[in-house]
């Protein structure tokens, strides 16, 4: 009798802990949403309103007619898609060749790519801003100020190459050589054979080279100087920083700049947090 | 050793061809990466660290001065409260954040329901774009706002979080390990789920108590994870840029510079060698710790 009792008691205080979390974790997202359809005499109220009553549309309309917000978006699909779309070509094959093939230097030229992970990006960001720099002066059309500055640097990713490999590295050698047997060249093995049976890593790739492109700030913000190329999260640090914050409107740019966002994570959640968590599963 | 790999049949066949065919293939394929790895990876950590060791600001030709940025550095207020800050920063966010996280997970993973919600929950600030985060905190710590209301509800003062020099870092500090709180619990998770049931019905046979099995079961099957959020917090910590850029500009009166904002300052005031002598010594950081990682994992295996 008190044994359940002392048990009921225990998964009471439980699920409030587990609650209180998630309320802890997704309300500051709910404020966001709701601040955004608040007059701003509301914003601020006291006590504060939970549910926007009256609501309005205008701060979604003020913020789309002072900053264009979806050029920003298009040009992170555009820059977040490029990334994506190189890094799975351009990892995966250099995974492949690391894992499987062997030639000469293959271990020496794996492990000094493997130390570039312990460098963080910020050191390498003056000389990249002087480089980007350069290839404008070369063509306009590349370097500082185009789409180009923030797709190249990107283009490949050790830490995805070393997790590519990893994922080849379970691929058996018997398929391969079974097909070399039969004539195949090594690129068709790749193609026809090692890609479809790394398609999960692959997947795994793209997501977080996605998350990686989508949310990137500092770089972004540092070569792009117009709203041509600036994507969604240098907008909205623009904005949040204005030297007098309307937050209506800044809680309008978050909810735009989070909700779809939000909405694709809920519908692919599982792969969103193993490509997030990637690096640890190998342990 | 290198043809053992190659089954003596295709060797047979095709016995040079076949190796030649796959050393070109081999080298086409890393071609792009490597390309890409040197000219945006090899060749700026050089210029960087040659850059630090000069005068420099973008235009003309950098001078040679040697050390004179590093002495210069570490006479600079600047800088050295950049340097204070960010170790705070990691201290208290790493003091904190994996702590909760696995506190978290060691409650997710008793029998609960719904506990793949709660995880997706826990699970959003994570995905989200830290300047996203950082706005959405920066409103609800404003004078007026929802967590000040909810202070004064409780009968405990207000406070101007992020206009207090004394405040300002530890809010960033909190938003930052609201941000990580769903990465260290799903991580930590996973690991809990790994760990065999028999050993804790053996504990439990002895009689051991649940805080003696965390101890004695729990913790040490968890080492390498705990070790693998810790180096991941840490040198993400170190690089803390954005939530200083969105909440606080680095302020009040610099107190929440870091190393990278002062490092980018730096770069925008076109002290690029200064800038680039701060990026070595955030280098210089991350590679003693993982020096230390490395050391610290040899000796565990023995």
Do not use: C
């Not at chain 2, 709660?118 to 950082?134: C, G, I, N």
């Amino acid at each position: 009798m008190t044994a359940t009792g002392g048990r009921r008691v225990r998964r009471t205080l439980l699920y409030a802990a587990l609650i209180g979390t998630s309320l802890l974790m997704i309300g500051p997202f709910y404020w966001a949403l709701s601040t955004s359809f608040k007059p701003s005499a509301d914003i601020f109220a006291s006590p504060p309103k939970w549910i926007p009553d009256p609501w309005t549309l205008e701060n979604y309309r003020d913020v789309f007619t002072l900053l264009p917000f979806p050029r920003y978006f298009l040009n992170s699909v555009i820059v977040t898609s490029a990334i994506v779309g190189l890094n799975i070509v351009f990892d995966t094959a250099a995974a492949y060749a690391f894992a499987k093939l062997r030639f000469p230097g293959r271990d020496v030229l794996f492990f000094l790519l493997l130390i570039t992970l312990m460098v963080p990006f910020q050191v390498n960001l003056i000389p990249l801003y002087r480089i980007m720099v350069r290839l404008h002066d070369i063509s306009p059309l590349l370097g500082v100020g185009t789409y180009s500055a923030m797709i190249m640097p990107s283009m490949i990713q050790v830490f995805g190459i070393f997790l590519m490999r990893q994922f080849m590295r379970s691929i058996p050698d018997e398929i391969l050589e079974s097909a070399r047997v039969d004539g195949a060249s090594e690129f068709k093995i790749l193609w026809k054979v090692v890609i479809p049976l790394a398609a999960p890593g692959i997947a795994t790739l793209a997501i977080f080279t996605f998350l990686g492109a989508w949310n990137d700030f500092l770089w972004p913000l540092l070569v792009t100087n117009s709203d041509e190329t600036r994507t969604l999260p240098v907008g909205l640090a623009l904005l949040a920083r204005r030297n007098t914050v309307n937050w209506g409107q800044t809680m309008a740019g978050t909810t735009f700049l989070a909700g779809p966002m939000i909405l694709m994570f809920l519908i692919l959640q599982r792969r969103f947090i193993e490509g997030l968590t990637a690096g640890s599963l190998k342990g | 050793m290198r043809a053992s790999a190659i089954p003596t049949k295709t060797v047979r066949r095709r016995p040079l061809k076949g190796r030649w065919r796959r050393y070109v293939a081999g080298y086409v394929l890393i071609a792009p990466a490597l390309l890409a790895a040197g000219l945006f990876l090899f060749v700026p950590i050089v210029l960087s660290g040659y850059w630090s060791l000069t005068e420099y600001s973008g235009l003309g030709e950098p001078e040679w001065v040697g050390l004179t940025n590093y002495i210069e550095l570490f006479g600079n207020d600047l800088f050295l409260k950049a340097l204070l800050n960010t170790f705070l920063f990691v201290l208290i966010g790493m003091g904190i954040g994996p702590v909760l996280g696995f506190l978290s997970a060691l409650l997710l993973n008793s029998t609960v329901r719904f506990r793949g919600f709660f995880r997706a929950a826990y699970f959003v600030p994570v995905m989200t774009s830290l300047v996203v985060v950082a706005t959405i905190w920066k409103i609800l710590l404003q004078q007026q706002g929802v967590i000040n209301q909810a202070l004064s509800f409780f009968g405990l003062p207000g406070h101007a979080w992020l206009s207090d020099p004394s405040t300002a870092l530890p809010a960033v500090v909190a938003t930052s390990i609201w941000q990580g709180f769903g990465f260290e619990t799903v991580v930590f998770l996973a690991a809990l789920q790994g760990i065999p049931r028999e050993l804790y019905d053996a504990a439990r046979v002895d009689g051991a108590s649940y805080w003696q099995q965390v101890r004695h079961i729990t913790l040490p099957a968890m080492r390498p994870t705990i070790m693998f959020v810790y180096i991941i917090g840490i040198i993400g910590s170190f690089q803390v840029y954005d939530q200083v850029f969105v909440m606080t500009e680095g302020g009040p009166i610099n107190s929440t510079r870091t190393l990278v904002f002062d490092l980018v300052d730096r770069f925008q005031q076109l002290e690029l060698g200064e800038a680039s002598a701060v990026a070595y010594v955030l280098l210089a950081i991350l590679a003693f710790l993982s020096y230390v990682q490395i050391f610290v994992f040899e000796r565990e295996r023995g």
